[in-house]
């Protein structure tokens, strides 16, 4: 039995969350403890730790963590941080040793700007939107099995980005995904005020428009606490364009849900050595794509996704745009 199976047979699945388009399967730890790091925005604005650009000149898809603290720090995939010369989000999940300088790989979702707003980023409080995360982690566990990188397809990603804000109508002159956020306000406060967390959840399905999507799982509840604001955002952040908010047709159920993790359980996956403490497994197959930590015999962050369609987003996004 792999570790991803073992871990997802510790976990009890609560009664189902219906709202407008999503359907939420709360997913309870069975053991509670306080987890070893610090988030990565409570350590930036605790200043143990600082996020700058890699140089003056910058480079796109890299940026270099100092942790000047002693604890270690968790910086979650599609985890977005803002300011320096272009806002940028995380291609993976990281956990960084402290008192050492490491380099994260990640992608732009900022395309018009290339100049320093600030010296040095801070966090953004936001995860990558759900649709853009799925596929921006099949181009990474593409790149990691090519040739060991943990590069995205930036393209790709700034294609999703400009599809997300042509469907809300957003004009921005920096091409930033943050504008879409801003967008989406009202309706996810909407979502967040009906789909609260359990005191002890560690992780969700997520469902939507009756289809399970995807599951995030967290190794404790007091870091899913801090992040399921916008772990659910993310989802969101894919219907709330939509004219109103209502439910679809058909409402996901709990066995789809249980289908869902006992298809994941089965999957086979890769490991490599993690950017950062502990190793990274990658899942992907034909129907599902994840990717996961592990540290010290236990997952730290899990992600999958039902895997995406090959990708039109960049006819997709030119059409809208233009």
């Not at 004009?171 to 956020?181: I, K, L, P």
């Not at 916008?230 to 249980?258: G, K, M, N, W, Y």
């Not at 497994?281 to 930590?293: H, K, N, T, V």
Request: with cysteine; proline share 3%; net charge negative.
């Amino acid at each position: 039995m792999s570790i991803i199976s073992q871990t997802l047979t510790t976990l009890d699945q609560a009664p189902a969350i219906h709202f407008g388009a999503i359907t939420m399967f709360p997913l309870l730890g069975k053991v509670v403890s306080m987890p070893e790091y610090t988030l990565l925005e409570e350590a930036l604005r605790a200043g143990t730790c600082e996020v700058g650009e890699v140089s003056e000149g910058g480079v796109v898809a890299q940026l270099l963590l100092d942790n000047l603290g002693t604890q270690l720090v968790l910086l979650l995939d599609g985890e977005e941080v803002s300011g320096a010369k272009q806002n940028r989000i995380l291609n993976l999940t990281v956990l960084c040793q402290g008192r050492v300088k490491t380099m994260l790989p990640v992608s732009c979702v900022e395309q018009g700007r290339w100049r320093y707003r600030t010296q040095k980023f801070q966090s953004a409080g936001r995860t990558l939107f759900s649709s853009a995360r799925a596929a921006k982690m099949r181009s990474v566990s593409e790149s990691m099995k090519l040739d060991g990188s943990r590069e995205s397809d930036q393209g790709e990603v700034w294609d999703y980005v400009a599809c997300n804000l042509a469907d809300f109508s957003v004009s921005s002159e920096t091409g930033a995904s943050e504008e879409a956020y801003e967008a989406a306000r009202s309706t996810t406060e909407q979502y967040l005020a009906a789909m609260p967390a359990h005191d002890t959840q560690v992780g969700a399905i997520y469902a939507v428009n009756g289809k399970v999507m995807a599951v995030e799982i967290l190794d404790s509840p007091a870091t899913y606490k801090k992040v399921h604001a916008r772990l659910l955002e993310s989802f969101v952040l894919d219907v709330a364009h939509t004219a109103s908010i209502r439910q679809p047709d058909r409402i996901a159920c709990d066995d789809d849900a249980q289908g869902f993790l006992q298809e994941l359980a089965t999957q086979d996956f890769g490991r490599y050595d993690a950017i950062g403490m502990g190793s990274d497994l990658r899942i992907e197959s034909q129907s599902l794509l994840g990717a996961a930590l592990e540290f010290n015999d236990r997952i730290v962050h899990l992600s999958a996704f039902r895997a995406p369609e090959p990708s039109t987003s960049r006819r997709r996004a030119r059409r809208q745009v233009v």
